[in-house]
């Protein structure tokens, strides 16, 4: 449905105003009727024989008084005019900056200067508002120009498998099909870490009451056959620690979060560390991992897509896909909880996931 053009606000105002000053003038004029006029008798002779009377003062008073009116009018129309575009002058500011940001230039900032005011903070809030969406606009576009990179390898070397294997007919055929089952698992795991990201980005799951503890014991007993083939020594203590969320989703954090501790470890004797509580109203747990130092400046882009320590070693059974992390901090963030991550002092990293606790169950009735 189309709709009617309307008035401009500035415009709306002016009007406002006009009326405003058109109204108080009427008021003023009644006060002078009712108090000045009224006691002015209505006859020929006037006040104690002495003229003038109601009738000449009404008669002498209505013309200045209309002209009066008229000038108050056009005063208010024309002042009131002038201050609205006075005082909506930040608002073209912003729907300048609005306009911009709408045809994809995002790097524009109002920076509206003078007090603090509600077109200031109205101000502040559109820029830290661009400044946020050029980020994330800047992250996707990294997103994706790596994705289609990861994804562009497996399938550049298939179809390099392929060629060699048509030129050569003499090539080794089981060794030609494994290195492809292998390539292609590769890009099977990514991009089902991709479908698990997007997933998680949504927070589109059904919700349920579930265990962290539980989760941490069922993937320390996945993981133990490679923690052993480390000789990583794996630790899971804790207590009872529940929130509310997808099972499969908080499953496959801590999944990602044991694994990740596992492979960046050091080559032998290590050790990780699993410990889960509730700690007043949120479900706290915590991963621990020998290792490597960690360049302070290094941690806070391990969550990034595509990131991998330098320490990863690609052609490992286990080097991922470089998603673990960025599965891990966008299933945190799905369910409303934060993520940090410390490098420990003797090496290593610690992570530490807090969700909300669950919420208590009411309870249902039922029938028979």
Same mark, same amino acid.
């Given at each position: 449905?189309?709709?009617?053009?309307?008035?401009?606000?500035r415009?709306?105002? =002016?009007?406002?105003?006009?009326? #405003?000053?058109?109204? =108080?003038?009427?008021?003023?004029?009644?006060?002078?009727?009712?108090y000045?006029?009224?006691?002015?008798?209505?006859?020929?002779?006037?006040?104690?024989?002495? $003229?003038?009377?109601?009738?000449?003062?009404?008669?002498?008073?209505?013309?200045?008084?209309?002209?009066?009116?008229a000038?108050?009018?056009?005063?208010?129309?024309?002042?009131?005019?002038?201050?609205?575009?006075?005082?909506?002058?930040?608002?073209?500011?912003?729907?300048?900056?609005?306009?911009? =940001?709408?045809?994809?230039?995002? $790097?524009?900032?109002i920076? !509206?200067?003078?007090?603090?005011?509600?077109?200031?903070?109205?101000s502040? *809030?559109?820029?830290? !508002?661009?400044?946020?969406l050029?980020?994330?606009?800047?992250?996707?576009?990294? #997103?994706? @120009?790596?994705?289609?990179?990861?994804?562009?390898?497996?399938?550049?070397?298939?179809?390099?498998?392929?060629?060699?294997?048509?030129?050569?007919? *003499?090539?080794?055929?089981?060794?030609?099909?494994?290195?492809l089952? +292998?390539?292609?698992?590769? @890009?099977?795991?990514?991009?089902?870490?991709?479908?698990?990201? $997007?997933?998680?980005?949504?927070?589109?799951?059904?919700?349920?009451?579930?265990?962290?503890?539980?989760?941490?014991?069922?993937?320390?007993?996945?993981?133990?056959? /490679?923690?052993?083939?480390?000789?990583?020594?794996?630790?899971?203590?804790?207590?009872?620690?529940?929130?509310?969320?997808?099972? +499969?989703?908080?499953?496959? !954090?801590?999944t990602?979060?044991?694994?990740?501790a596992?492979?960046?470890?050091?080559?032998?004797?290590?050790?990780?560390?699993?410990?889960? %509580? @509730?700690?007043?109203? !949120?479900?706290?747990?915590?991963? %621990?991992?020998?290792?490597?130092?960690?360049?302070?400046?290094?941690?806070?882009?391990?969550?990034?897509? #595509?990131?991998?320590?330098t320490?990863?070693?690609?052609?490992?059974?286990? @080097?991922?896909?470089?998603?673990?992390?960025?599965?891990?901090? $966008?299933?945190?963030?799905?369910?409303?909880?934060? /993520?940090?991550?410390?490098?420990?002092?003797?090496?290593?990293?610690?992570?530490?996931?807090?969700?909300?606790?669950?919420?208590?169950?009411?309870?249902?009735?039922?029938h =028979?």
């Open positions: 449905m189309r709709r009617r053009p309307g008035l401009s606000v415009l709306k105002l =002016a009007l406002s105003y006009a009326g #405003f000053l058109a109204v =108080a003038g009427a008021l003023l004029l009644a006060l002078v009727w009712v000045l006029l009224r006691y002015v008798p209505d006859n020929a002779q006037g006040l104690l024989g002495v $003229s003038p009377n109601r009738y000449l003062l009404i008669h002498m008073f209505a013309p200045p008084a209309a002209i009066a009116m000038a108050l009018l056009v005063f208010g129309l024309l002042g009131g005019w002038l201050l609205a575009g006075r005082m909506l002058a930040p608002l073209t500011l912003i729907t300048d900056a609005a306009r911009r =940001a709408g045809t994809g230039s995002l $790097s524009h900032r920076r !509206m200067e003078g007090r603090q005011d509600e077109f200031r903070e109205l502040d *809030t559109f820029d830290s !508002m661009l400044g946020q050029e980020s994330h606009v800047a992250e996707q576009q990294r #997103f994706a @120009a790596n994705a289609s990179h990861e994804l562009r390898t497996p399938l550049a070397i298939s179809r390099t498998l392929l060629d060699v294997a048509r030129k050569d007919p *003499t090539r080794d055929r089981d060794a030609l099909i494994g290195r089952h +292998e390539v292609n698992t590769r @890009a099977i795991d990514l991009t089902e870490a991709l479908l698990l990201l $997007s997933r998680g980005e949504g927070s589109t799951f059904t919700r349920e009451n579930v265990d962290l503890s539980l989760l941490a014991e069922e993937a320390a007993e996945t993981l133990l056959p /490679l923690a052993e083939g480390r000789r990583i020594t794996l630790d899971v203590t804790g207590s009872a620690a529940r929130t509310d969320g997808s099972a +499969e989703l908080l499953l496959r !954090m801590v990602n979060l044991v694994q990740n596992i492979v960046h470890n050091v080559p032998s004797g290590g050790t990780v560390t699993v410990r889960t %509580e @509730a700690h007043g109203d !949120m479900s706290v747990l915590r991963v %621990e991992n020998t290792g490597r130092p960690l360049p302070p400046e290094l941690v806070p882009t391990l969550t990034e897509p #595509f990131r991998r320590g320490e990863r070693v690609r052609t490992d059974e286990h @080097a991922g896909v470089g998603l673990g992390l960025a599965i891990v901090n $966008s299933v945190v963030r799905a369910h409303a909880g934060t /993520l940090d991550l410390a490098p420990r002092p003797a090496g290593g990293l610690l992570v530490t996931v807090r969700l909300p606790g669950a919420r208590p169950r009411t309870a249902r009735s039922t =028979a």
